[in-house]
């Protein structure tokens, strides 16, 4: 036997403003909620799919230093450059944390700061 992962859990300030942001960027809806402590996004068939749910819960504490987990993102229907354009549009910003000038991803951080990755490597959707 194995485990598998099924959700991920992201502390936030605001749960409903990066539940937006994630499901723009992952192409997922609202599953569950409960106002002003947490929402579940992910896959349109819902939890329990190959995709990991996203459950963003609120806790007002300040963040203690760089996330230590973060999320890759690849595209699905367009090159990295495109999809990249679509990400800074929907909010995310690009950082610089030491990664070569020549990567072939790109780092950035979503309205809160959480660093992730856009990979070069197109994959087709699920």
């Excluded at 973060?70 to 229907?77: A, F, L, Q």
């Amino acid at each position: 036997m194995a485990c598998r992962i099924s959700e991920l859990v992201l502390k936030c300030h605001d749960p409903e403003a990066l539940a937006r942001f994630w499901c723009e960027i992952l192409d997922f809806v609202v599953l569950d909620r409960e106002a002003e402590v947490y929402v579940e996004i992910g896959p349109r068939e819902g939890f329990g799919r190959p995709q990991p749910t996203l459950f963003l819960i609120r806790d007002e504490d300040p963040a203690n230093g760089p996330t230590r987990l973060h999320i890759d993102v690849n595209p699905t229907d367009r090159d990295q450059d495109a999809e990249l354009e679509r990400l800074l549009a929907a909010g995310a910003r690009l950082v610089d944390i030491g990664q070569p000038a020549d990567a072939s991803w790109h780092v950035l951080a979503d309205p809160e700061g959480n660093e992730f990755c856009l990979l070069k490597r197109r994959l087709p959707p699920l």
